[in-house]
């Protein structure tokens, strides 16, 4: 067992006796505290102010680690191999196995890949080097892709009684390399993951952008804005977000077929340039501006516009930020439509090559975690960076 595995089972050793010993003590402070106040209804508050504390952490703990094991679990599976990634029970650690053989020349065992599996007992297989086995483009009728390849002159034959097999921790980034380039060994003349990806942050940004904005000018104007039948044109906004979304689908389509957008950036981000979600969070947040400000900025005589922008903008970072990330989120996961409305692998979003990826490497678990993590890393990244402002602003939306 390898040291790195050692660490892992001390580690995970160590934080199980903790918890061990911290509940006998809370326990044991719950039952003294029972005893002296002769009332169980009134234990908790004679608990000592660390044991309260220990208890709601771990309580908090224990939900959090709920929440987060999915996510331990792809990111623990995308640096393992098709073995560890199909075992039963599961592995909870990121291992894989490695092989060794000694080259014919004789010296010392280096580490290979199998190229084929041994058909008939003592049939010699072929293998070739690790490092001899890289990521190399081909031309195939104009048409370049990246396939990982064999070296041909480090191939050699070896007796598969002879290859040393061991379980190691891997933490290096075979997976993602595989899983960034295995759309393009698809028949279907797909792209590697660098299109998906840019197709997907140009539309989520685009369609983002255009959602603050239309969002902000529609929640002003129910929000601060009088005119007739406000309350009537606002509920029946919100009604339309009971309308389902594939309901719209054919009607959408055929607006875009005759404007000829189809397989295009504009038919994957103009029919999603406002949210009627957004106008509720953002007009619900207006509300909490004092009027006092919009009073003031109409005696001193400030367009509607200039007040929307120079004081209700500012203010309102919190949900701008808090939409934003909703909206991202939205366009950023959305398959359906990209799926439609597009038709060549330049077009397509991130969601639609995950999906060819689930087509060609099915029974690959371990690259779909791979490929998974390349969805799921800007997403993570931006709220890690905006999680206070979005907290804030689901925190004040609402409240007056």
Not at 241 to 264: A, C, E, R, Y
Request: hydrophobic share 50%.
């Amino acid at each position: 067992m390898s040291a790195l595995a050692v660490a892992f089972k001390l580690i995970g050793y160590a934080l199980a006796g903790l918890l061990v010993i911290g509940n006998l003590v809370s326990l044991l402070s719950i039952s003294m505290g029972g005893f002296l106040t002769r009332d169980p209804n009134r234990v908790l508050n004679h608990l000592p102010r660390w044991s309260k504390s220990f208890l709601i952490n771990e309580l908090l703990a224990v939900g959090g680690i709920i929440m987060l094991l999915p996510f331990y679990w792809m990111m623990v599976t995308a640096f393992k191999d098709s073995r560890t990634a199909a075992a039963s029970p599961p592995i909870w650690t990121p291992i894989r196995y490695e092989y060794e053989v000694v080259p014919p020349g004789g010296g010392n065992p280096i580490k290979i890949v199998e190229l084929e599996v041994a058909k008939q007992k003592g049939q010699l297989i072929k293998v070739v080097p690790v490092d001899k086995y890289e990521f190399k483009q081909t031309d195939s009728g104009g048409y370049v892709s990246t396939h990982q390849i064999a070296d041909p002159a480090a191939i050699f034959m070896v007796d598969p009684d002879k290859v040393v097999e061991k379980k190691v921790i891997n933490l290096n980034l075979d997976n993602f390399r595989r899983a960034w380039y295995k759309p393009e060994d698809s028949t279907r003349g797909q792209v590697n993951f660098l299109t998906y990806f840019w197709v997907s942050i140009v539309s989520s940004a685009i369609a983002t952008g255009g959602t603050l904005i239309t969002a902000a000018l529609a929640a002003f104007a129910f929000a601060r804005l009088e005119f007739y039948g406000k309350n009537f044109l606002f509920y029946l906004v919100l009604g339309t977000m009971m309308v389902p979304g594939q309901v719209l689908l054919i009607p959408n389509f055929l607006i875009l077929s005759k404007l000829h957008w189809l397989d295009t950036y504009a038919a994957l981000t103009v029919p999603w340039l406002t949210s009627v979600f957004t106008i509720f969070l953002m007009r619900q947040f207006f509300m909490t501006i004092p009027t006092d400000l919009w009073d003031a900025a109409r005696v001193d005589g400030i367009s509607r516009f200039r007040y929307l922008w120079q004081v209700v903008v500012p203010l309102s970072k919190p949900v701008f930020i808090t939409a934003g990330i909703f909206d991202f989120l939205n366009n950023w996961n959305s398959l359906l439509w990209p799926l439609i409305v597009t038709s060549t692998p330049g077009r397509r979003t991130l969601m639609v090559g995950l999906q060819n990826l689930n087509e060609e490497a099915a029974a690959e678990f371990h690259m779909l975690m791979a490929a998974s993590c390349f969805a799921i890393l800007p997403v993570v990244i931006i709220f890690f960076f905006m999680q206070r402002f979005f907290i804030e602003g689901i925190a004040r939306t609402g409240l007056k």
